[in-house]
C-alpha cells in the first residue's frame, strides 16, 4: 500500500496501475521530448526563419502583462496555515 501523506502537496498517487516498467517509460518518453525540442532549435538556428515584429510584439506584451500580474498576485504575505 502506498503513502499518500508525504506525497508533495499532499495529492499523491502512484503509477501501480501504469505498470512496472512506467518509470522507464515516462523517462523515455521525455528524452524523446527534448532530443525533438533540441533538433527543431538546431535546426532553426542553422536556418533562420523570419520573425513578424509586427504579431510579435504584441503576444511579447501580453505576455509581459501577465507575467507581471503572476508576481503581482503571488507575492505578498502569505500565511499558509498558521
Known amino acids: 500500500m502506498s503513502n499518500f501523506a508525504n506525497s508533495a502537496f499532499g495529492a499523491g498517487h502512484d503509477h501501480n496501475f501504469l505498470g512496472a516498467a512506467h518509470d522507464d517509460n515516462e523517462r523515455r518518453t521525455w528524452m524523446v521530448i527534448a532530443l525533438l ?10 536556418s533562420p526563419v523570419p520573425i513578424h515584429f509586427g ?3 504584441p503576444i511579447a506584451i501580453l505576455g509581459l502583462l ?10 505578498g504575505d502569505h500565511h499558509q496555515g498558521t
Open 55 to 57: 504579431q510579435a510584439i
Open 37 to 46: 525540442i533540441g533538433y527543431e532549435a538546431v535546426s532553426r538556428f542553422l
Open 66 to 75: 501577465v507575467n507581471l500580474a503572476s508576481v503581482w498576485l503571488l507575492s
